[in-house]
C-alpha cells in the first residue's frame, strides 16, 4: 500500500504552508507571487524556517503570518522599493486606506529583514516600511525581530500629511509586543510610527540602534493632520539602548500632538509611559494639544540622557517613582500661551546627579501642582548648582513644594530651590530637608521649610517702621516647638528697635519686647531665644493653624533685615 503525503493546506481550516504554494525559503528565489498567493486567502499562514525574498506583500482582514521562529526570515530584496508614489511596506494593511479597515491581523515569530543603508542617511529611504497599516483595527504583532531597516520598522495609522487620509481614518487596536527592533547603525527611522491611532499598546520590546539624526526617535506617535487621533496609549516595560548616532542621541519616546485640532478634546489623552528603561538615548517629549489630558510617566529608569524630558500643554500631568540618574533637565511647561501643565504631581522620584547645564527639574509655567516626597542627589548645573529651578519668567498657581529631601555628599548642590518666576499666594515651600550645606528655597514666598539645622523660615524684616511680620504658618497635623530666632541686620538698627516673637494674637509668647540697640551694623546678628533659670525653661507647643509673627516697636532701622526662625515639630 502506498502512502499519500498530505499538506496541512489541503485540511480544511489548518495553517496554510507558503511552502505549498511555490515559495522556496532559499535566501536566492524571489518568494514574493506565491507568498502573495498563499496569503490573499486569509487565514493562518504558516512559514517555516527559511529566508523568502519578497517585495511587498498585500495582507487582508483576518490573516496571521507567523513563522516557525527568528530563523524564519523574511527580506526585502535589495533595490526595491516603495510602490511609485505611495508609502509602502514589506506587508501592508490598507495601502489606499479605503473606508473598510483592514481587521484581525497577526504577526508573529518571525525575523523581518531590510538592506540597512551603509553611510549617511537619505530622505529617499524614509517611506519604505517593514509593516505598515493605514486604516485598520485589531493589529498585533508579537515577538518578531525587526533587524536593519531604512524607514520604520512599524507604521500604523499612516495619517500624515501629504499622504491623503481621511480624517476619520484610524489605526484601533494596535498591540505591538515580546519584539526587538534592532537598526544596526542607526542610519533608519523609527521603530515604532504612529499616525492616527487609538489604543495603541507598546510592551515589552527591546530597542537598540534606531533612528538616524534627522528623525525624532525609537517611538514617534505624531499625527500630521488635525482630526486625527492619539487616545488611550500605553507604552510599558521597554528596553531603549542607543537610539541616534553617538553624539546625536534622539529620544526613547516622543508624542507630538501640536497638530491636532484644539476643539477635539476627545481624541487625545490617556498616555502611560511606564517600567522602561533609557540608556543611551534621550528620553521623552510629550507635546500636547490644548489640553491632552492624563499623561503618566511611571516607575521608569533613565540613565545618562542630553535631553530628558519636556512636558507641555497637559492637563493631569503625573511623574511618579522614576529613577533619573546621569540625566539632563526634565523640563515641565513652557512659558507661552497654551504651552503650561495643569494639575500635574511629581513625587516619589530620585534624582542621582541630574540636571548638567541646569537644575535637575525646571518648571516653567505650572497650574495647580505638586513636587513632592523626592530625593535629589548632588544635582544642578550651568549657574545655578540648584534642584529645582522655577523658570521663563511665568508664575505658579497652587504649586506646592514639600516633604522633598536634598543632599549633595560631593558639594554639587548650592541651593535645592530657585525661583526666577513668581508664585501666587497659595504656592508654598514646606517640610524640605536640606542636608550637606544645601541653602533653601530663594524668594519663595508663604513657605516654611526643615533642615538639618532646624531652620524652618526664613523672612525679610523692615526696622524703618513699626509692623507685624508674618514668619510662619504652622502646617496641618503638625505642632511646632520653637527653639531660636536669629537676626541679621540689612544696616543699623537704630538705637530705639524692640522686636517681639510669638502667635499673632499675642506676639510676645516666644520672645518677649527686645531692643535690638546693639544691631549696629550690616551683618550683624543677635541669636534671640528664651533665658533659662534655675527653674526649667516653659516653652510653648504651637498647634496646627498658628500663625508666628514678629512685631517691630519704635522703628529706626533699616528695611531689609533678616528674621530666620528655627525650631522643630512634633
Not at 489541503?10 to 515559495?23: C, E, Q, T, Y
Not at 490598507?94 to 479597515?101: F, I, R
Not at 482630526?227 to 537610539?243: D, E, K, S
Not at 506676639?507 to 528664651?530: E, M
Request: proline share 4%; glycine share 10%.
Amino acid at each position: 500500500m502506498s502512502l499519500t503525503k498530505v499538506s496541512y493546506s489541503m485540511i480544511k481550516g489548518a495553517p496554510i504552508n507558503v511552502l505549498d504554494f511555490g515559495a522556496v525559503g532559499d535566501g536566492v528565489t524571489n518568494d514574493t507571487a506565491a507568498i502573495q498567493a498563499a496569503v490573499s486567502l486569509g487565514g493562518t499562514i504558516y512559514f517555516p524556517d527559511g529566508t523568502y525574498e519578497i517585495t511587498h506583500i498585500d495582507v487582508p482582514s483576518n490573516t496571521q503570518i507567523i513563522g516557525e521562529s527568528w530563523n524564519t526570515i523574511i527580506h526585502q530584496i535589495a533595490g526595491t522599493n516603495p510602490r511609485p508614489g505611495s508609502v509602502d511596506g514589506m506587508f501592508v494593511m490598507n495601502l489606499a486606506n479605503n473606508q473598510t479597515p483592514i481587521k484581525n491581523v497577526a504577526f508573529r515569530n518571525i525575523q523581518f529583514r531590510m538592506n540597512t543603508p551603509v553611510g549617511a542617511y537619505t530622505p529617499a529611504d524614509e517611506q519604505s516600511h517593514i509593516i505598515l497599516g493605514g486604516h485598520t483595527e485589531n493589529i498585533i504583532i508579537d515577538n518578531c525581530f525587526f533587524y536593519g531597516w531604512r524607514g520604520d520598522a512599524v507604521f500604523v495609522g499612516s495619517q500624515m500629511s501629504g499622504v491623503g487620509v481621511p480624517a476619520n481614518y484610524v489605526a484601533q487596536n494596535t498591540s505591538i509586543t515580546n519584539c526587538r527592533f534592532d537598526g544596526i547603525n542607526n542610519t533608519c527611522r523609527q521603530g515604532i510610527t504612529g499616525g492616527s491611532v487609538e489604543g495603541l499598546y507598546i510592551n515589552d520590546n527591546y530597542f537598540l540602534n534606531t533612528t538616524n539624526a534627522l528623525m525624532p526617535g525609537a517611538i514617534d506617535i505624531e499625527p500630521e493632520l488635525q482630526f486625527a487621533y492619539a487616545r488611550n496609549i500605553t507604552i510599558t516595560n521597554n528596553i531603549f539602548v542607543g537610539i541616534g548616532p553617538s553624539g546625536s542621541r534622539r529620544r526613547a519616546v516622543i508624542i507630538d500632538l501640536g497638530n491636532l485640532n484644539v476643539s477635539s478634546v476627545e481624541r487625545r489623552g490617556n498616555v502611560t509611559v511606564s517600567d522602561n528603561y533609557m540608556n543611551t538615548s534621550n528620553g521623552v517629549r510629550v507635546i500636547g494639544a490644548k489640553p491632552t489630558k492624563n499623561v503618566n510617566f511611571i516607575s521608569n529608569w533613565i540613565y545618562g540622557t542630553d535631553d530628558t524630558m519636556t512636558l507641555t500643554n497637559i492637563n493631569g500631568l503625573a511623574i511618579v517613582n522614576n529613577y533619573f540618574e546621569n540625566c539632563a533637565t526634565i523640563l515641565i511647561g513652557y512659558s507661552g500661551a497654551y504651552e503650561e501643565v495643569r494639575n500635574g504631581s511629581i513625587y516619589g522620584n530620585t534624582f542621582e546627579t541630574c540636571g548638567v547645564s541646569a537644575a535637575a527639574l525646571q518648571v516653567n509655567t505650572l497650574i495647580n501642582g505638586s513636587i513632592f516626597d523626592n530625593q535629589f542627589n548632588d544635582c544642578g548645573g550651568g549657574a545655578d548648582l540648584t534642584a529645582i529651578r522655577f523658570a521663563g519668567g511665568g508664575t505658579q498657581y497652587g504649586v506646592s513644594v514639600h516633604d522633598n529631601v536634598f543632599t549633595s555628599p560631593n558639594g554639587i548642590t548650592i541651593t535645592a530651590l530657585i525661583s526666577a518666576g513668581t508664585q501666587d499666594a497659595q504656592s508654598l515651600y514646606h517640610d524640605n530637608i536640606c542636608l550637606d550645606g544645601i541653602a533653601q528655597a530663594n524668594n519663595w514666598q508663604g513657605g516654611y521649610y526643615l533642615n538639618d539645622a532646624g531652620l524652618i523660615s526664613k523672612t525679610t524684616v523692615s526696622f524703618a517702621s513699626n509692623a507685624n511680620t508674618i514668619l510662619f504658618y504652622v502646617p496641618p497635623l503638625r505642632k511646632l516647638v520653637l527653639t531660636k530666632a536669629i537676626v541679621i541686620a540689612g544696616a543699623d538698627a537704630g538705637a530705639t528697635t524692640t522686636i517681639s516673637i510669638g502667635q499673632s494674637t499675642s506676639t510676645t509668647d516666644f520672645i518677649p519686647v527686645s531692643t535690638l540697640s546693639n544691631l549696629d551694623a550690616a551683618d550683624d546678628v543677635v541669636i534671640l531665644q528664651p533665658i533659662p533659670s534655675t527653674t526649667p525653661l516653659k516653652g510653648k507647643a504651637y498647634p496646627a493653624g498658628s500663625i508666628i509673627s514678629c512685631t517691630v516697636g519704635t522703628a529706626s532701622g533699616g528695611a531689609t533685615n533678616i528674621v530666620q526662625l528655627y525650631g522643630t515639630f512634633i
